[in-house]
């Protein structure tokens, strides 16, 4: 006997076939039987008319989340640690050279200070690109860790509904990069 029965209705399992009309058996709480005929249950739903997507209830991709809580916090602790050891040592590296230069040679020393600025604006140019490298890079391993919580995750639905290639070819095309650069991609 099933908890819930929601019958007649228009079902899309989500792998490409056909819609067909069915009855979905739901025993606690997850799908027991996806067919036609299905008899027996506490509730019954009558869905004639509308359609039924099961596998698909939950439409937010939490993977994305998660990996970019975990790879965000490392990332930053990553970058503060490494800023004030970098800050460091380049105030040092640039004060030391100044004035080796000045007590060296002070024409030098003034060249050297007139093309800083450009060397700035050079690094701040790179700066920008990196930046943009990262958010893309960030937004893959995003829609990696969706795809692959979501896929594991429900493991038995995957497997129910024969999408394991499906999966497989979804997870290829992101290490490719033939799907879009956008942190908001939905990999359900």
């Not at 509730?43 to 989340?65: R, Y």
Request: neutral net charge; glycine residues 12%.
């Amino acid at each position: 006997m099933y908890d819930l029965l929601i019958k007649n209705g228009t079902i899309f399992n989500g792998t490409g076939s056909p819609s067909f009309y069915g009855d979905i058996g739901v025993k606690d709480g997850r799908i027991a039987r996806i067919g036609k005929g299905l008899e027996g249950a506490k509730t019954v739903i009558d869905a004639t008319g509308l359609t039924v997507t099961p596998g698909f209830i939950d439409s937010h991709s939490h993977g994305d989340l998660v990996s970019r809580i975990i790879a965000d916090v490392d990332t930053f602790a990553e970058g503060l640690l490494m800023g004030f050891t970098q800050l460091f040592t380049g105030i040092m590296t640039i004060l030391g050279t100044l004035v080796l230069m000045l007590v060296i040679n002070w024409k030098i020393a003034l060249v050297v200070l007139l093309i800083t600025p450009l060397s700035l604006v050079v690094a701040s140019f790179i700066a920008k690109r990196t930046y943009s490298m990262f958010r893309v890079q960030t937004a893959t391993r995003g829609r990696q860790t969706a795809l692959i919580d979501e896929t594991i995750g429900n493991i038995k639905v995957v497997r129910a509904f024969g999408h394991e290639a499906a999966s497989l070819e979804q997870f290829d095309e992101i290490l490719s990069g033939k799907q879009k650069n956008s942190a908001d991609t939905d990999c359900g």
